[in-house]
């Protein structure tokens, strides 16, 4: 529900087209979040064009003290767009220009609501890469994916997105325009800023351009899909890619309950007994591509089921786009899940498995796994029924124990999501006394009104 008040002083901002009401700000309320029952409440929601409205919006705010949410394509999997107890909700999508393409530099500066697949396009037809991939590229933006510091399966080789940022523009309390770094790919003047900015999840400032580093683009990318019978068989696998010091560009896994939920549409069929799928590939020129690959399929092959290598671009744009559909899947055995992040030692994967069907069992919630192997950061998932509600209170404790989990075998709440509103509370687990409250103590010299998303990312 607007207020009418806000609204109005918003609108003499950034104009009435620019505030949007009822039905129309209805979206702007969840994430992906949603599909475990979370939605949120706006007093108003506000679509700037340029930095110059982002900070009017957020020096009115900061005087009239009402919370801001910032806001980018809404694909978060921690509910850190969600406006859980009202305020203004600044969405970035029309900040989508192109400043500035160098090609010949490998650099691009676009604004935060530019959409991760049109950048991606873009470069591209320059012969450019940019290798950061979270899911839902069709929709996210660059500014949600450095809030969040979003990762991919292609982080493995390439890194997460932060490792491409090469400078930001951000709007900060009580409604200041900073840059930090720029058009330049060294740079240790002063502290980090914008590595701090970077995976703030909104918390510190509102992003509102950046400055990204591009890659020439591989000549070729090849996959090898390997079946097991067993998580054991797979991930001793995992273990003898990296032994033998190969560098594939991504290595993804899927469990036995993921296989069950999505194997159905999997290209060419799943071999009966397989409780396992690893997907590794090999990228660089054809030669040394197709030299990789024969090198990991070998190294796959060890007790496994059966080892595929397509090499037609048919085959490999199928297998990735069933690889993008797997979350959809899952989702749609039971209408809903919660999944989390969670990162483990990679000699801990196979343990973290087992230990996540354990805790679906004792919670009595189906549980399935899939994720990024060669970084031990897995997707954790408990399917459920958005319309039982003892089950959404029982997926809460389940997803605390299995947070708890990974801290304790030396891992982290979260690799590429973040902690948004969903992991609120959980990082005092994870860190030092002191160093909770020199997270804290940051918060306050950014954001001494705890107005910017404010209950996210918190200790």
């Not at 949120?40 to 679509?47: E, F, I, N, P, W």
């Not at 890659?215 to 890619?241: K, M, N, R």
């Not at 509103?421 to 409250?437: C, F």
Request: proline share 5%; aromatic share 6%; glycine share 12%.
């Amino acid at each position: 529900m607007l207020t009418g008040g806000i609204a109005r002083d918003l609108a003499a901002i950034v104009g009435h087209g620019g505030v949007l009401e009822g039905a129309a700000a209805r979206p702007y309320l969840n994430d992906a979040t949603e599909a475990q029952g979370l939605v949120g409440r706006a007093d108003a929601v506000c679509l700037p064009t340029s930095v110059e409205e982002v900070r009017a919006v957020l020096s009115w705010c900061y005087a009239n003290d009402v919370p801001v949410v910032p806001r980018g394509g809404g694909t978060g999997y921690a509910g850190g767009a969600v406006p859980v107890d009202g305020g203004v909700v600044v969405a970035l999508g029309r900040l989508d220009r192109v400043d500035v393409f160098d090609p010949f530099e490998w650099r691009i500066r676009v604004g935060a609501g530019m959409i991760t697949a049109r950048l991606k396009h873009l470069v591209r037809s320059h012969g450019l890469w940019f290798p950061p991939d979270p899911g839902a590229a069709e929709s996210s933006q660059i500014g949600g994916n450095i809030a969040t510091n979003a990762g991919g399966p292609h982080a493995f080789k390439y890194g997460v997105t932060g490792k491409w940022v090469m400078g930001i523009e951000a709007v900060v309390p009580p409604g200041d325009r900073i840059e930090v770094g720029g058009p330049i790919r060294k740079d240790v003047a002063g502290y980090d800023l914008k590595g701090l900015l970077t995976g703030s999840e909104g918390t510190l400032a509102i992003i509102t351009a950046a400055w990204l580093q591009l890659t020439p683009a591989p000549e070729a990318a090849l996959p090898v899909v390997a079946f097991y019978p067993d998580e054991e068989s797979g991930c001793a696998a995992i273990h003898q890619i990296l032994g033998t010091g190969l560098l594939p560009a991504t290595l993804e896994y899927l469990d036995a309950n993921t296989l069950a939920a999505a194997g159905a549409t999997f290209p060419g069929g799943i071999p009966e007994g397989a409780a396992f799928l690893l997907v590794a590939e090999a990228d660089g020129s054809l030669a040394a591509a197709t030299a990789l690959r024969a090198e990991l399929r070998a190294a796959l092959a060890e007790n496994a089921l059966e080892v595929r290598a397509p090499s037609e671009r048919a085959g490999i744009e199928a297998l990735w786009k069933w690889r993008e559909g797997v979350s959809i899947a899952v989702t749609a055995t039971r209408g809903g899940k919660l999944s989390e992040d969670i990162v483990v030692p990679v000699e801990q994967m196979s343990a973290t498995i087992a230990e996540i069907r354990a805790v679906g069992e004792r919670y009595a919630l189906p549980t399935c796994s899939w994720g990024h192997a060669g970084d031990g950061n897995l997707h954790a998932t408990f399917m459920l029924s958005l319309d039982d509600a003892d089950e959404l209170t029982r997926v809460e404790h389940a997803a605390r124990d299995l947070l708890r989990h990974a801290v304790s075998v030396g891992g982290s709440i979260s690799g590429e999501h973040g902690t948004g509103w969903v992991k609120r509370g959980e990082l005092a687990g994870q860190w030092d006394v002191r160093a909770i409250e020199l997270h804290q103590q940051i918060k306050r010299v950014f954001d001494p009104k705890n107005l910017l998303n404010p209950g996210k990312k918190t200790a």
